[in-house]
């Protein structure tokens, strides 16, 4: 039997309209969108109607949306873009310490290449202080990226507030929204952003596309490449299959958003309310109330989180930990909350979504409840 999938943070499974959607471009309309017969207008007739919804879902203009092959690319094309295009200003980026390596990793290459980068610190929730922000902001900072949600912990960051510091200062702000899409709104001018990136995989459409949004007005600095595509912001014969894929995936969060976010509320509540009414030693990781709606990240107190994933016989989680023999391995999020680390090394992140069933979620308990109560020392138990 399949496992009770509890790790939709770290990606979903495509929704069968978003496949239904594909299907055609799988297997009839194959013509290079940037043909001029008729095959050609076909495939870009469907690329353009994907632009549109997913500028719809964001409230930006189709012109502003593009292409990518996925969340690390757009991160990337972002930061690297504006530090190109920008640096006659500066060379000052700020970010925040609980960041994804698609940020992190990119801000550290670019300190090599002479660029200065501030990495804020987080409080214990894994919330940024805006004001922090304002104290470490120069004349010349080019950028402030900051994720809008965590993908480890579910802290939701105040982006707006940031964003009105960053330009009050003349400074540009990219959010990673790869893990808000879909859970909660995201709006480009709710949240005051000139650039934001999206995941197709981690909101029920394929792996391998992803969209960055670039306000009209924002310069970049090319990453790849050749011919003129994508209004010649990002050179490469467009991913037809995927972008219909993505245009479907983002009209069903545009129409059904609040179902979605309801549903994934009540599983993950659901599940919270069970694992620590049996563990009350157990703690309950990111924002209590600014979070996503879907996401758990649960600390079982003096247990390794690798024995307890390797003890699950029907349950798919994620671990905030690694334990070895050397010592343990704790993510760089529950460093930077300064979880302590009797409840850092036993971190399960557990994330459900709009397939997860009730009845699912009882199941998951039962488990995951036999796998804890079987590593908890005796003298502990009770």
Not at 216 to 234: C, D, Q, S, Y
Request: with cysteine; proline share 5%; aromatic share 6%.
């Amino acid at each position: 039997m399949e496992p009770i999938y509890l790790d939709y943070n770290a990606t979903t499974p495509i929704d069968p309209q978003v496949a239904e959607a594909m299907l055609p471009f799988v297997h009839q309309h194959y013509g290079n969108p940037s043909s001029s017969h008729a095959l050609g207008v076909t495939t870009h007739t469907a690329v353009e109607e994907a632009r549109g919804r997913i500028g719809d879902m964001l409230g930006c203009l189709p012109q502003e949306v593009i292409f990518t092959s996925g969340g690390t690319e757009a991160n990337n094309y972002a930061i690297k873009g504006v530090a190109g295009a920008y640096s006659i200003k500066g060379n000052h980026i700020i970010t925040s310490s609980v960041e994804h390596p698609a940020v992190i990793e990119v801000c550290r290459y670019l300190e090599e290449k002479d660029s200065r980068v501030t990495y804020l610190p987080v409080d214990q929730f894994g919330l940024l202080d805006p004001r922090q922000v304002s104290d470490a902001i120069t004349d010349q900072t080019v950028l402030v990226t900051v994720m809008h949600a965590n993908n480890e912990v579910g802290t939701v960051e105040p982006i707006r507030e940031i964003a009105e510091i960053a330009h009050r200062h003349g400074a540009l702000v990219h959010a990673d929204c790869a893990q808000s899409i879909g859970k909660i709104p995201v709006n480009v001018d709710d949240l005051g952003v000139d650039l934001l990136t999206v995941a197709g995989h981690k909101l029920y459409a394929p792996k391998g596309v992803g969209v960055l949004y670039v306000r009209t007005g924002v310069k970049l600095e090319k990453l790849i490449h050749g011919a003129n595509h994508e209004m010649n912001w990002r050179a490469g014969t467009e991913n037809v299959i995927e972008i219909v894929g993505l245009g479907k995936a983002c009209q069903l969060i545009h129409q059904n958003l609040p179902e979605y976010q309801s549903h994934m509320a009540k599983m993950r509540d659901q599940l919270e309310s069970g694992l620590l009414d049996r563990f009350p030693n157990s703690r309950l990781n990111g924002h209590p109330e600014k979070r996503l709606p879907n996401t758990s990240s649960i600390s079982f107190k003096n247990l390794e989180a690798n024995r307890i994933l390797a003890g699950f016989d029907g349950v798919a989680a994620s671990a905030g930990a690694a334990c070895h023999s050397d010592g343990v391995e704790i993510s760089s999020v529950l460093q930077a909350m300064k979880v302590p680390i009797e409840y850092a090394m036993g971190t399960i992140r557990f994330s459900v979504g709009r397939f997860t069933t009730s009845d699912e979620i009882k199941r998951a308990t039962e488990e995951i409840s036999r796998v804890v109560t079987s590593l908890i020392p005796a003298h502990q138990s009770g």
